[in-house]
């Protein structure tokens, strides 16, 4: 075969089978390409030869062509999973406020799983986030209590998360404990669905209507199945002073934070119209867990960073036995020159995974053995870790302690390995995090809204304290005058470094939430030099057989590029 393919053909083979075609075109354009509203179809149905029956039609010669430019009329429909609606990190009462000038529910953010439900008679379906069946072990179960909980939901989807809870207490298990083994290590406790909103019942779609009439909906048709399907726990909040008792209380609570959803928002498939409220997005990141940790080793990256360092191995020193334990790996927070940078600066030995070559120094279990480690770790840089919170984590030896959702927020170029978060400081920061704390929030009246503040700018040359500022009530003075003005304590807030971790979260937030009327002029050019490309280049039933080229890899390949064979275009 390959001595018949000329190079472009090899190219284009590998391309393939890299899920990685590289015109710089994502399924939003193609899609878009062979109908305007063709995207925004697929993301309500998910059902791609739906959206092309009704996006080309045939010809009497036998050629497809583009319908006139129509709504197209595509809905949720049974079993086929819907993108499902995500939410916006919110950092203050004021932006809640104006972006819910309805009122809103305040609903609980549960620490586990996104799974959306499908029910069709006696049979089940069950989606994860990212429209992947869920593992049987976690769901199987239910197949018993929903018809319980809805004695006359014949057809329903719900959108729901699955945890793992003390039946006992009733309080939620640790996020990551519904694993197959994991479960198993956990006394009296179930798996159980925590249902927040129905976006189809007996027939009708439910998209289009208000949230607050879905709850009212889902609460007249479900019946509570003690600690195996339950409500989320909402309040309804007018009041900005309500809000910020709530968030104070969740947060003492030591629950992961909040969804906020206008009451008269609908339900808008992959749309992140929804606000989430979690205590690393308060006082500009000042309530987040961090650590100062030490690169002690690093992995080569994949596609555009592919044959360089780009995923690192942090961890600490533990002076008990004089070696060095891993706590977390984390591959954001860089831009693209301090990667570069790092590449001359970080002194490593190539060990290729080989657990022979892990050095003695390194205490490492067999999954986090790295392409490469520190040759002195004595030597090697100091980076701010921050995270969502501490979590344990058995691949990791520094007592099981990990963070998760790592990101680098400075490289501490004031810091040495003696200066660095150690083993017994990290169990103390570990110990604190999980105690309640006051959380108070600064009053409304004089806090700005800090959510437009940035988060991706460098900022290596700052050099306060990364512990967490637990707020007395001098310090929540201190920090409600930092988040007005930054300058006055001359400290800038921390901020991460990353052009790669904007795109990785814009890329994984949502494929669908780019607004053409936010785009730039050079993006716009882009997109539309595309459409020629496809529309007058290529014939139509093309374009609509890439499309479902394209969205084969499923959802989660959104970040990859869209490629067109050379040959065709030839």
Known sequence: MAE??????????????????????????????????????????????????????????????????????????????????LAEACKSVEYAMKKCPNGMYSEIKYDGERVQVHKKGSEFKYFSRSLKPVLPHKVNMFRDYIPQAFPYGTDLILDSEVLLVDVKTGKPLPFGSLGVHKKNSFEDA??????????????????????????RILEQNMKEVPNRIMFSEIKEIHDPKDLENMITKVLKLGLEGLVLKDLMSTYEPGKRHWLKVKKDYLYGGAMADSADLVVLGAWFGTGQKGGMMSVFLMGCYNPTNQKWCTVTKVHTGHDDK?????????VMIKISKEASKVPDWLCCTKTMIPDFVAQDPKA?????????????????????????????????????????????ELKDLFKKSKENCDVSLPSTSGVKDVHKASDTESD????????????????????????????????????????????????????????????????????????????????????????????????HEKRHKVGLPLTIIK
């Open 380 to 424: 090697m840089p100091v980076w701010e870790i921050t995270g969502a919170e501490f979590t344990q984590h058995e691949v990791h030896t520094a007592s099981g302690i990990s963070i998760r959702f790592p990101r680098v927020t400075r490289i501490r170029d004031d810091k040495t390995w003696k200066t660095a978060t150690s083993l017994p």
């Open 460 to 555: 290596n040359s700052s050099t306060s304290s990364p512990k967490k500022k637990f707020a007395s009530s001098e310090t929540s003075k201190g920090l409600s005058k930092s988040v007005r003005d930054p300058a006055v304590s001359g400290k800038r807030k921390p901020e991460v470094t990353s052009k790669e971790s904007d795109k990785s979260t814009s890329s994984s937030n949502n494929e669908g939430t780019e607004n053409d009327a936010e785009e730039s002029p050079a993006k716009r050019r882009k997109k539309e030099h595309v459409h020629d490309i496809i529309k007058k280049v290529l014939h139509v039933s093309v374009a609509a057989e890439l499309a479902s080229q394209v969205m084969a890899h499923g959802p």
């Open 4 to 85: 018949m393919c000329t190079s472009n053909d090899l190219k284009m083979i590998i391309r393939l089978v890299k899920h990685d075609l590289r015109i710089n075109a994502g399924p939003k354009h193609i899609l878009e390409a062979v109908h305007p509203d063709a995207y925004q179809a697929f993301q309500m149905s998910r059902d791609l030869d739906a959206v092309l029956s009704k996006a080309v039609v045939r010809t009497a010669d036998g050629h497809s062509s583009p319908t006139k430019k129509t709504a197209l009329k595509i809905t949720a429909s049974l079993m086929t999973p819907v993108l499902p609606m």
């Open 190 to 215: 179930n798996v159980c669905l925590f249902v927040f909103d129905c976006i189809y019942y007996n027939g009708e779609v439910l998209l289009e209507k208000p949230v607050k009439e879905r709850r």
């Open 338 to 346: 301090t990667l570069e940078r790092l590449q001359k600066e970080l």
